[in-house]
């Protein structure tokens, strides 16, 4: 009996299994984990850091300088009234063109009409007055002059007299003692009608004299029935107002038989074209802005057209220090807060769309600021 031997293959055998590790696979330490982060940290706040210090400086430094915080103005008057009344008549409508010298509104001038017509009538009795004191002045140097003559009169008697009574006086006992006397009391009489017409002559001076005291009385009465009647003669005109510039009519305050009072609103007249842009620029951006360079102005109402100008003048102050309440930073505690200055834009002649533009409409403007230094 033969045994029955079987044979195994070299790859019909079985590797044995390889041991299974247990270790944790290696992982980077702590310190190399943190380092990129931190680094990228620390690399983006000294950024942020270093920009915030230099950024003023980057601001200034710039080509050009440009601000959305503008919008286009205009000195536009505000008609108000300068004497009380009823409207009468008003010339305009709404947003109407005007030019220099049209009536707008005339306020009811009844009332200034009959003050006007009762100074006329004062200042004519005021100048008759003064005429009539001429006359009487006049009058009484004619009676001075006669009081002079009948003094004249009276002296001449008086050396008559007086020669009379030597001449009796010279006769001795040939005059007689009724002659002598007679002589005597004529010669008197003649010296006291001398001192008499002096005396007239004197109080007719003295009146005189009062006459001409009175001329700066009635010469100031006419001066101020003259004021009295430029006053009314203009409370007169201002009872009619007219337009001060070529512009349009804005919306009417009053209507038709309203009563307005001094300083009354009436209408505000916008010079248009005569308009500009108020830019607000940083502080920072001013460094080297200054009047006259070029200016490209957007509105924002014409999208795609640009208007050229220029730096026409800069506020003397910030927007702030012309506020109602200026800051006050010496209380409290203090955050700085970048202030703006108010720049004109004067639009270049010679730009039709610039008659098109309104007061208020928002405006882009870009400065050119080019460094002057060599």
């Not at 620390?42 to 400086?57: D, R």
């Not at 006291?192 to 009465?221: F, M, N, R």
Request: net charge neutral; hydrophobic share 40%; charged share 15%.
């Amino acid at each position: 009996m033969s045994d029955n031997v079987t044979t195994l293959s070299p790859t019909s055998a079985k590797a044995p299994p390889s041991p299974v590790s247990n270790l944790p696979p290696s992982q980077p330490s702590l310190l190399a984990r943190l380092f990129i982060p931190a680094t990228a940290v620390i690399l983006a706040v000294a950024g942020v850091a270093y920009a915030n210090a230099n950024w003023n400086s980057w601001t200034a430094s710039a080509a050009t300088q440009a601000t959305d915080d503008a919008a286009v103005g205009a000195d536009f008057s505000t008609m108000s009234a300068r004497v009380s009344g009823n409207i009468r008549s008003i010339a305009v409508d709404d947003y109407q063109p005007v030019k220099k010298g049209d009536l707008i509104v005339e306020i009811d001038p009844s009332e200034y009409d009959a003050a006007l017509a009762l100074a006329t009538a004062n200042l004519e009795a005021a100048k008759a007055s003064r005429v009539n004191l001429g006359n009487q002045e006049n009058l009484q140097r004619a009676v001075i002059k006669a009081a002079e003559a009948q003094n004249a009169s009276a002296l001449a008697v008086e050396e008559q007299t007086r020669l009379e009574f030597e001449r009796q006086k010279n006769l001795g006992q040939a005059s007689t003692e009724q002659r002598l006397q007679q002589a005597q009391a004529s010669f008197l009489q003649a010296q006291a009608s001398v001192a008499s017409t002096a005396a007239a002559i004197e109080q007719q001076w003295a009146q005189l004299q009062v006459l001409q005291g009175q001329e700066p009385l009635l010469d100031a009465q006419i001066d101020a029935q003259e004021a009295n009647v430029t006053t009314a003669q203009l409370h007169q005109r201002y009872s009619r107002i007219y337009a001060p510039f070529d512009g349009v009519v804005g919306k009417k305050s009053v209507h038709l038989g309203d009563f307005v009072g001094i300083g009354g609103s009436i209408v505000a007249v916008v010079p248009i074209p005569n308009v500009y842009v108020t830019a607000n620029f940083k502080e920072t951006q001013l460094s080297r802005m200054s009047t006259g360079q070029l200016v490209d102005v957007r509105i924002d109402t014409f999208p795609g057209k640009i208007l050229q100008g220029r730096v026409g003048k800069l506020s003397p102050a910030s927007g702030s220090t012309f506020a109602l309440l200026p800051p006050d930073n010496a209380t409290g505690n203090y955050t700085k807060v970048v202030q703006r200055v108010p720049v004109r834009i004067e639009f270049i002649s010679g730009q039709p769309l610039v008659r098109s533009l309104r007061p208020g409409m928002s405006a882009v403007v870009t400065v050119s600021t080019p460094d002057t230094n060599p």
